[in-house]
């Protein structure tokens, strides 16, 4: 089994992967991925601009959605 240290869904998100992944899941909005994973909309403006590190649980989630996606089709 690998290390957490070396699991790619534990790395940090870049801006542009979490424009990204929204786009992979359908969310067109701040406000929809907000409300989608429960966070203010606020919290996603700030990850979009870099002014805040997406948090690992959250960068983890919308990794295995978009996996789970791609595999669904």
Do not use: C
């Not at 790395?11 to 929809?32: C, D, I, K, V, W």
């Not at 983890?60 to 959605?65: A, C, D, F, G, H």
């Amino acid at each position: 089994m690998s290390s957490a240290a070396n699991d790619p869904r534990l790395a940090s998100m870049s801006p542009e992967e979490l424009r990204s992944h929204m786009r992979a899941l359908g969310y067109r909005t701040q406000n929809e991925l907000a409300s989608a994973i429960g966070v203010s909309r606020s919290a996603v403006s700030l990850w979009l601009e870099g002014k805040v590190g997406v948090p690992r649980p959250v960068a983890m989630l919308l990794r295995m959605l978009v996996a789970a996606q791609r595999r669904a089709y």
